[in-house]
C-alpha cells in the first residue's frame, strides 16, 4: 500500500487525500544536493527505463522531516511514491500522454516565485545563494517538472473518471470504525455583500496635485527614493525608498504594469490610478521580462461623509432583503463590489483551507462577534470592513448559510466530507488495480536498501 493508502480514515474524512503529494512539493535548489553530494549516489529502484537514486528518497526525506514530518517510515513511503511515479510516467509515454511548455513553464514559475519568498522577494539574492541565474536554475529542473506533470496527468486519467453513489457513500460511512470518526468544533459558512466608501473628487484632486507637486520636485533635481520614504502611503515599500524589487507585468495590476513598462531607464510615469490609489513610477532598471521599479502611492482619504454614504446604501440594500424585494443573491450581484465574492454568489473563502467553512476560532475580532449574534439564514446588520490587498474601507452585511455545533462526524452534517473520503478510497482501490495490472508487465528493481519495505512487496512479487 502507499503512503496515503495507509493513512488512518479519521484522516481520509478530514482532509480529501492526494496522490503523490509529496513528489509534488518537493522542489529542491541544492541546499539538500550539497549535503548528499558527500556520499556515493545507487539506484535503489528501477521501473522500465526509469531509475530511482537513493539521493532521491533522500533528499525529499530532509525536506519533510525539516518541515515537522514523523521520520518513521518515511523512506520507505518515499520510495513507494518514487517508484509509482515511475510507473506513471512509464505508462504515459507508452499512452502518448503530453503536457505543454507553457503548463511546465507555468508550474516552473509557481515553484521559482515560492523561492524567491523566502528570499524576502529578492531575484537577485536567491540567484547569489545558488549562483545560478533563474534562466539556469528553471533548466536545471524542467525536465523534473515535466516528469511530475506527466506522472500527475497519467494518474488522473486512472482515477478521475472514479465517483460514488450515495449509497456508497452511506455504506462507507457505516463500515467506519466508531473510533476513527472524528470530532468537528464548531462552523459556519457565511456569504456578505459589500459596498466600499467611494473617494471623493475632491479628496482625488488634493492627491493628485500632491503628486504633481512631487513629480516636479524629482523634475527639479530630488531624488525619487527618498521622496518615497517621507510620502507614500505604501508602507511595504516606502522605507526602502519605495523600491517593488524585479517585477514581471503579470504580478502588477494593469493599469501599473502599461504605465511602468513604457518607461525608461530613470524615467518616472505620469500620475497612475489603479484600485490602490495613486502613483508615480519610476524605472530603475529593466532586464528582460522583468523591471526594478520605485513608485510613490498617495492614497486619497476616506472622509466620515463617505462611509456613511456606503453605510447608508448598505442599509437600504439589507430593507429589501428582509422584505423579500430582493433575493440576498440577487443583491450580491446586483450591488456587492468586492469582486472576489462577488464572482462567488457572495462566499467568503477561508483563506487558510481554501474552502468556505470557518471554524468558529479562526473568526476574526470583526466577524465573531457579528456571528455569535445570528441564526441559520439570517442577515447583519451593516458593519465596518476593510480590504486588506489595498487598505480600503467600507461596510458589509453578511449572511449564515451554515452553523453547526461542535458534534462527532454524521451523514446529516458532514456528508460532502465523507463522500470526499469515500471517493479518495475507491480512486485509491482503483489506482491499486492499475498498479496490479501494469506492473507485471514491467521490468521492476528493488534494491536490498528498500526489500523489507511492505510496500515493496507487489513490485518484488512481479
Known sequence: MTLLAKMSLKFMILKKNKYLITLLICFSFGVFNKVLSQNIDKIVGIVGDKIVLKSDVEIQVRQLTAQGSPEEGLPCNLFEELMLQKLLLSQAEVDSVLVTEDEIEGELGQRINYFVGLFGGDQDQLEAYYNKSILQIKDEFREQIQEQLLSRRMQQQVVNSVKVTPAEVKHFFETLPADSLPFYDAEVEMSQIVIMAEVSEEQKKIATDELKKLKQRIIDGEDFATLAVVYSDDSGSATNGGDLGYMSR?????????????????????????????????????????????????????????????????????????????????????????????????????????????????????????????????????????????????????????????????????????????????????????????????????????????????????
Not at 504594469?257 to 529593466?286: K, P
Not at 446604501?313 to 465574492?341: C, G, H, P, W
Not at 454524521?410 to 465523507?418: F, G, K, P, S, V
Open 250 to 462: 503579470g504580478e502588477l495590476v494593469n493599469e501599473f504594469a502599461a504605465a511602468a513598462f513604457n518607461l525608461e531607464n530613470g524615467e518616472v510615469s505620469d500620475i497612475v490610478e489603479t484600485e490602490f490609489g495613486l502613483h508615480l513610477i519610476q524605472m530603475v532598471e529593466r532586464r528582460g521580462e522583468k523591471a526594478n521599479l520605485r513608485h510613490i502611492l498617495l492614497r486619497p482619504e476616506i472622509t466620515s461623509f463617505d462611509l456613511e454614504k456606503a453605510k447608508a446604501k448598505l442599509n437600504d440594500v439589507r430593507n429589501k432583503i428582509l422584505t423579500d424585494s430582493i433575493t440576498f443573491n440577487q443583491a450580491v450581484d446586483k450591488y456587492s463590489t468586492d469582486e472576489q465574492t462577488k464572482n462567488n454568489a457572495g462566499n467568503i473563502v477561508n483563506p487558510q483551507t481554501g474552502s468556505a467553512t470557518f471554524l468558529l476560532e479562526e473568526l476574526d475580532d470583526f466577524l465573531k462577534p457579528v456571528v455569535d449574534t445570528l441564526q441559520l439564514n439570517q442577515v447583519s446588520k451593516p458593519f465596518t470592513f476593510k480590504k486588506e490587498r489595498d487598505g480600503s474601507i467600507g461596510y458589509r452585511i453578511i449572511k449564515i448559510n451554515r452553523l453547526s455545533k461542535a458534534h462527532q462526524a454524521n451523514l446529516n452534517d458532514d456528508y460532502e466530507r465523507i463522500k470526499a473520503a469515500a471517493e479518495s478510497k475507491k480512486q485509491q482501490a482503483a489506482l491499486e488495480d492499475w498498479i496490479a495490472k501494469k506492473a507485471p508487465d514491467t521490468y521492476i528493481f528493488v534494491d536490498d536498501n528498500f526489500i523489507d519495505c511492505a510496500q515493496s512487496k507487489k513490485w518484488i512479487s512481479n
